[in-house]
């Protein structure tokens, strides 16, 4: 009797009692094993399955309740550990069993087991616990109607109905895969075969390893102990790995008292957030809308075979850029938005039974008339690179699982097999231009530094392995100061570096379905002068990174603002090296003498003061959330700084002597794109140089240009670009070009483009 078993329990527990645990243990061994040799098809294999259920045991006997149906929970924790060992091979198993089983046993068999058994345990972990263990009891363990109703506590009727209705349920499951039989033929086919005969001596080897609670087990077994018990604890705690948010935000173990629940309403849903059970009840619906409940956070269910239901999500308190992550699967910080989005937070279930974030995004279709594309474009992005490879907090998952999970709090993180990159993710278009996405279990440690850091994390570390990690760092630092924290903590503990740099990469471009049309340019006379406003005007500065010799500023930008009498401020920013085109900010904010202009584009944010004399604008310019430098805007008259700048540029000699002199128009290839470099002299004997990119407009003026013939050496001080060294040899500059931001020091041969 279920009593007599908790009462060996309990005597376990209280007394360390070893005859009463090999007693449980002799009772219910071939239960256990007959459902580990089903699940894996290996005798070996099932008698290691068998032994880690009972070690198991002795670490949760004083977990479970008096109430506890003992042989119903063996079962199910043989079924979490079997499907453990096998998961990767299980389709392989599941076709090979019959044969494999048949030449195990002698016994006649009915027509039907050989389809049902590879299905079985697949199909009862499928059920309610009620009906699992109602099952168990009758017809894995034998008991009549009238035992298992005593067991349960219903009456015999009930006990009756409860056991026809589950085996109504696994009648339909095995229909749905081409079983066609009737309740009555799976009831008589389970009492028949669904228990084997244990190998003599594996209740007393059973019995000595978990009594040492696992000290004297085999690595293997040990290793299916520990990917269970993971197993276990996230089936309880319904626990999820966030996947969309500017900050990943913990989802706390949740315990859940198991019993019936009637279909939630949408309402029952968000209020229960986040209890996952009713999550997977949830009704078939998508649900977007402004925020009614309190907290914050995204509870992700995946489907099988982590889950009995399809996927589905259920988001508190997001802001619409994290509605959209989720919706097309990218990390905020991969996305590009229109300036006039949707303000405020919202909350949204999407539960319905196929392709759950092509919902969504119809939804938020539907509702805003958003549509998104992707593009490559060059961003500000961190590369991850290996520092110490012999780092204490690197440590590879060993469970040989696909289950991941990802936790948060402050100053601390924790990942759970997860690998640098994740999964292989396709991201395209179809024949009209809609993103295709495929769904899987991102597992990606980079996605979730680039959620942290706000920019994109590109994984060059060469680390194929899963991992368990835990990261720590100061929480109470702020800003900058915690990211910086957070890099100090990556490379100390993790022996993981970032490298700062910018490169092509595939964005998320979000924009409205009729795109209004783009904006009138300011001409002169809109942003000329004028009295009665501090901010119009032509403003000329740059973001101060170090010191040019031939130009005051290192990042120039020009910065044009018109404010009409209506008083919204019309701006155009453009960064002078890299872009030909003027980009419209975002927004505009004045509360004298604070100004702040946004610019979504490129994330970019500068915040000053302006002075009295209303000429001089002294603040910091912050690029995709990340250091900030400082910037100093100067009104300029227009007209004057073009007579200097052409001035200037009549002064510049590319004219060489022969070909060994060092000005001149030079060209190069290096990672199959193409650099110019133009060199002049200079009236007062120094060199002008500029290196330009393929895809920039202009190139950057270097800060330092040395010619001791035949040696050069140059230098760049754009966010410490890099330098080049070499020699000028047979007419051509031979050298190295040393990028700063990335490390990479690359050979490199600049040959003459022309006179």
Avoid at 298 to 325: I, K, N, W, Y
Avoid at 597 to 607: N, R
């Amino acid at each position: 009797m279920t009593t007599d078993d908790m009462e060996l329990v309990r005597q376990y527990i209280t007394g360390q009692s070893e005859s009463a645990f090999a007693t449980l243990v002799s009772r219910h061994t071939n239960l256990v094993y007959s459902a580990a040799l089903r699940r894996v098809g290996n005798p070996q294999l099932a008698e290691e399955v068998t032994q880690a259920v009972f070690v198991i045991l002795t670490r949760k006997a004083d977990s479970l309740n008096e109430k506890t149906i003992l042989s119903g929970w063996l079962y199910r924790t043989a079924c979490y550990v079997s499907g453990h060992a096998f998961k990767q091979e299980l389709r392989r198993q599941k076709r090979e069993q019959e044969a494999f089983m048949q030449s195990l046993s002698n016994q006649t068999e009915s027509e039907a087991w050989p389809q049902i058994k590879p299905l079985l345990e697949d199909a009862m972990l499928r059920l309610g616990q009620t009906d699992r263990d109602a099952l168990v009891l009758r017809f894995f363990e034998g008991r009549n109607m009238k035992e298992v109703g005593a067991i349960l506590g219903t009456s015999e009727a009930a006990t009756k109905m409860r056991v026809n209705r589950a085996l109504d349920k696994l009648r339909t499951y095995f229909c749905k895969r081409g079983v066609d039989s009737t309740a009555a033929t799976i009831a008589e086919t389970i009492s028949a075969n669904s228990i084997q005969t244990a190998p003599v001596a594996l209740a007393k080897t059973a019995t000595a390893v978990a009594l040492a609670k696992g000290a004297t087990a085999s690595a293997s077994t040990l290793t299916l102990i520990k990917g269970a018990l993971k197993v276990m604890a996230w089936t309880k705690a319904k626990m999820a790995v966030v996947v969309a948010a500017a900050a990943i935000l913990a989802i706390g173990t949740t315990t859940v008292v198991v019993k019936e629940l009637a279909a939630p309403s949408v309402e029952d849903v968000f209020k229960h957030y986040p209890v996952g059970r009713y999550l997977e009840k949830a009704p078939p619906v998508v649900v977007l809308r402004p925020s009614h409940y309190p907290g914050q956070g995204v509870d992700h269910m995946h489907g099988p075979p982590f889950s009995t239901v399809s996927e589905r999500f259920v988001g508190l308190g997001q802001s619409f850029e994290q509605v959209l992550a989720v919706a097309y699967d990218v990390g905020p910080e991969r996305i590009f938005l229109p300036s006039d989005m949707p303000a405020g937070t919202f909350e949204f279930l999407d539960a319905v039974p196929n392709d759950q974030k092509g919902a969504l995004r119809e939804e938020l279709n539907k509702q805003f008339g958003v549509v998104a594309h992707t593009e490559i474009q060059e961003k500000y992005v961190l590369i991850l690179r290996v520092s110490n490879p012999n780092a204490p907090g690197l440590k590879v998952n060993r469970s040989n699982s696909t289950d991941g999970g990802c936790s948060a709090d402050a100053g601390k993180l924790k990942v759970t097999n997860f690998t640098m990159s994740g999964m292989t993710r396709t991201l395209g278009q179809d024949s009209s231009g809609a993103p295709v996405i495929k769904t899987n279990l991102d597992n990606s440690f980079v996605r979730v530094l680039g959620a942290y850091l706000g920019v994109p994390v590109i994984d060059e570390t060469g680390l194929t392995n899963a991992y368990d990690i835990a990261l720590q760092w100061n929480a109470n630092l702020q800003g900058d100061a915690q990211k910086q924290d957070m890099e100090r903590a990556l490379n100390e503990q993790l022996g993981l570096e970032l490298i700062p740099t910018n490169m092509p990469v595939e964005m998320l471009v979000v924009e409205y379905n009729n795109s209004p049309a783009a904006p009138v340019a300011l001409t002169e006379s809109d942003y000329a002068r004028r009295d009665g406003s501090d901010l119009q005007g032509y403003w000329t500065g740059a973001e101060q990174m170090g010191v040019n010799a031939i130009h005051p500023n290192i990042w120039p930008v020009v910065v044009k603002i018109a404010e009409p009498t209506n008083g919204v401020f019309r701006v155009e920013w453009r960064d002078l090296w890299k872009y030909p085109e003027f980009h419209v900010t975002s927004s505009v904010t004045y509360n004298p003498p604070n100004v702040k202009i946004e610019i979504a584009e490129f994330h970019g944010l500068f915040e000053g003061e302006i002075n009295s004399a209303h000429t001089e604008i002294k603040g910091t310019w912050t690029y995709n959330g990340t250091a900030s430098h400082p910037m100093t805007l100067t009104l300029t008259d227009p007209k004057t700084e073009r007579e200097q700048q052409a001035a200037f540029d009549a002064q510049k000699d590319f004219s060489f002597a022969n070909g060994n002199d060092l000005p001149g128009h030079w060209k190069a290839t290096l990672d199959n794109s193409e650099f110019a470099m133009d060199i002049a002299k200079l009236p007062d004997g120094k060199f002008f140089c500029s290196l330009t990119p393929s895809n920039w407009n202009d190139g950057m003026s270097a800060t330092l240009v040395q010619f001791t013939p035949p040696n050069v050496h140059i230098e760049w001080a754009y966010g410490a670009r890099g330098s080049f060294n070499g020699k000028i040899e047979s007419g051509k500059l031979v050298g190295t070009l040393q990028q700063a931001r990335n490390g990479k020091s690359q050979p490199v041969t600049f040959e003459r483009s022309g006179n």
